[in-house]
């Protein structure tokens, strides 16, 4: 027999109601200055303690955050979501992930499930899905930030729950990776640009060819294969272009990961890493350092991402909220070994 003091109990010392008691807890108007130090005064007494349940209810907020990402065991998103957790911990929130696995019909049904659950707000990460489609979610979703995606659509309508986004500057990323390979005398340069519905690949693509062209180079179209954002998915998309492609003498990859995969089939390629073939990844995860030879990447401050995301959404949910607009960081280039 649990000896738990519930609400009912103050409510039936102090003589009142429990709609009463549940008013001075989450201190609302409506209650006389008598009524609410008596309960005070009995709650103190009893020691009683709401739980998170009597608060939900009465609050209609159960202080948690959804968060989407495409992938834990991807360093990159583990570290975005280490500096989610930290700042919505801090602030009383918690927070429910759920991984996508970097399938768009797995988001896609996650994101209906979370119409069915009680979170206050979501955090979208790197979402694959259609701009209509995602829209359409977000209309019946909660108050919501996207991070590394944009949505070309009706950002003011009332039904869009759309905050804000967060973003990486991937077109400035690309052109500061290649204008390095040019200006070390590569001419062609291929790109291993991850998945095709990544906004980041997208936009990174667009700063790969921009640069490109304003050197005054043609890049050929087989110079460009998108593959899966994991070392394997780089391995196999640099041992493509090495056979059919071998006059490149450059990569450029979507992410660390997708560089290291690069590395690897160099090595089995015969090409050594940088005398014959530059490589510059994404990111600057810890593993970019510690590889051999290291990386040359385009650093993003993960954890910094996560904390704005977070900060934005929950300024939003104290009833805060600001316009709708883009928090965008511009990433910075980091020369180590792999083209130095």
Same mark, same amino acid.
């Given at each position: 027999?649990?000896?738990?003091?519930?609400?009912?109990?103050?409510?039936?010392?102090?003589?009142?109601?429990?709609?009463?008691?549940?008013?001075?807890?989450?201190?609302?108007?409506?209650?006389?200055?008598?009524?609410?130090?008596?309960?005070?005064?009995?709650?103190?007494?009893?020691?009683?303690?709401?739980?998170?349940?009597?608060?939900?209810?009465?609050?209609?907020?159960?202080?948690?955050?959804?968060?989407?990402?495409?992938?834990?065991?991807?360093?990159?998103?583990?570290?975005?979501?280490?500096?989610?957790?930290?700042?919505?911990?801090? *602030?009383?929130?918690?927070?429910? &992930? $759920?991984?996508?696995?970097?399938?768009?019909?797995?988001? #896609?049904? =996650? +994101?209906?499930? !979370?119409?069915?659950? *009680?979170?206050?707000?979501?955090? &979208? $990460?790197?979402?694959?899905?259609?701009?209509?489609?995602? #829209?359409? =979610? +977000?209309?019946? !979703?909660?108050?919501?930030?996207?991070?590394?995606?944009?949505?070309?659509?009706?950002?003011?309508?009332?039904?869009?729950? #759309?905050v804000q986004s967060v973003l990486i500057d991937d077109q400035t990323g690309s052109r500061l990776a290649i204008q390095h390979l040019i200006q070390r005398g590569h001419h062609q340069i291929g790109f291993l640009a991850g998945p095709a519905l990544s906004y980041s690949s997208v936009s990174r693509k667009k700063g790969y060819y921009s640069s490109l062209e304003s050197a005054g180079i043609s890049p050929d179209s087989g110079w460009v294969v998108n593959c899966p954002p994991y070392v394997h998915g780089g391995y196999q998309a640099a041992l493509h272009l090495l056979t059919e492609h071998p006059e490149l003498t450059a990569f450029f990859c979507f992410n660390d990961l997708v560089a290291v995969g690069a590395l690897q089939a160099c090595r089995e390629s015969g090409r050594g890493v940088p005398d014959d073939l530059n490589v510059v990844g994404f990111d600057d995860i810890p593993l970019a350092d510690l590889v051999s030879p290291t990386l040359t990447t385009c650093r993003v401050p993960r954890q910094k991402l996560g904390t704005l995301a977070v900060s934005a959404l929950i300024e939003h949910l104290k009833d805060r909220p600001g316009e709708s607009q883009q928090i965008v960081m511009q990433p910075e280039l980091i020369i180590r070994q792999s083209a130095p």
């Open positions: 027999m649990s000896n738990r003091i519930t609400m009912s109990d103050v409510a039936r010392k102090a003589g009142v109601s429990l709609m009463t008691v549940s008013r001075v807890i989450n201190d609302k108007e409506d209650v006389s200055v008598e009524t609410r130090l008596r309960v005070l005064e009995i709650i103190k007494s009893m020691d009683y303690r709401p739980s998170a349940i009597a608060r939900s209810l009465a609050t209609q907020q159960t202080r948690t955050i959804g968060l989407l990402i495409p992938d834990i065991s991807n360093p990159f998103f583990a570290d975005v979501t280490l500096g989610i957790e930290h700042l919505a911990y801090a *602030q009383g929130y918690h927070v429910f &992930l $759920c991984n996508t696995d970097e399938d768009p019909e797995r988001e #896609l049904m =996650l +994101l209906q499930s !979370l119409e069915e659950k *009680q979170i206050d707000g979501l955090i &979208l $990460c790197s979402s694959r899905l259609a701009d209509n489609l995602l #829209l359409d =979610l +977000l209309a019946h !979703l909660p108050a919501t930030v996207l991070m590394h995606r944009t949505i070309n659509g009706s950002n003011n309508d009332r039904k869009n729950s #759309l």
